[in-house]
């Protein structure tokens, strides 16, 4: 399997105050896990975090199971299980990304659903497998929780995981050659927006930064510029942390 190294930060809520992250990271023997649960704006629904959780152990369950099968399939019947279980229907659950790496002997594969990113780096460049609908919809649509909540899991929207086993389907996927691929980072947009929002560094320097000074680097890189910027005058934002997960992976230094 590649050498993994993971950092993983809290942030603050909507409120301000700290709180536990809602980021989940999973390690398996041929995967690595990502999840980021969405804040909750409801009191009477679970956090994110408990719904991130929930969804990843029952994806890896699957994953361990039945290692043959497809990854959507099993995003699938984890969202169902969790929905099944809790009596969650489409509007009236907590919601969560997923990203998922997995490997073979021959392949290196990911999935991606919602806001965060994989970026696998081959001896080709690198390529970012990213879901970018709900940052792709109009200003306006993205104005309120109501607005964005009409959209969610549905065409012309945006889909995330939530109580829709459908949503699953509408995965990015993308697949290489195992003995093509040298590294990649799986990151929540805590970390993702010290390249997409604040432009701290490209894709490129970020594995350069995580593979001699390892993840945490790339975090306190974020957090640094974010403590320049407490009010929010510069990069506008509803948080003025949002919790931070990062995996890396180095397939040229098998563990």
């Known amino acids: 399997m590649p050498q993994i190294t993971v950092a993983e930060a809290a942030g603050v809520g909507l409120d301000g105050r700290e709180r536990p992250t809602e980021d989940v990271v999973m390690v398996l023997p041929d995967a690595v896990v990502v999840l980021d649960g969405a804040t909750a704006t409801r009191d009477d629904l679970p956090s994110g975090g408990a719904y991130a959780i929930e969804l990843g ?5 699957r994953l361990t199971a039945a290692p043959e099968l497809p ?5 699938a019947g984890a969202i169902r299980a969790v929905a099944r279980g809790n009596g969650y229907t489409p509007g009236n659950s907590p919601s969560s990304t997923v990203a998922v790496v997995r490997w073979t002997d021959d392949e290196v594969e990911a999935l991606v659903l919602a806001d965060t990113p994989v970026v696998v780096f081959t001896d080709d460049g690198y390529e970012v497998v990213e879901d970018t609908r709900l940052a792709d919809l109009p200003r306006e649509a993205r104005a309120t929780t109501a ?4 959209l969610r899991n549905r ?3 945006f889909w995330v995981a939530e109580a829709l086993p459908s949503a699953a389907a509408q995965a990015v996927h993308r697949t290489w050659r195992r003995d093509r691929v040298l590294a990649a980072l799986i990151a ?3 970390v993702t927006c010290g390249v997409d929002r604040y432009g701290l560094f490209d894709w490129a320097t970020a594995r350069v930064m995580a593979s001699e000074h390892g993840p945490q680097v790339l975090l306190d890189a974020v957090r640094a510029a974010e403590r320049g910027d407490r009010d929010g005058v510069r990069w506008p934002r509803r948080k003025a942390h949002d ?4 995996a890396y992976l180095d397939f040229t230094d098998p563990a």
């Open 188 to 190: 929540t947009d805590g």
């Open 71 to 75: 990854l959507v399939k099993h995003l």
């Open 147 to 150: 607005s964005v909540d009409r």
């Open 155 to 157: 065409d012309g929207g």
């Open 243 to 246: 919790d931070q997960a990062l």
């Open 57 to 61: 152990a029952q994806l890896v369950a």
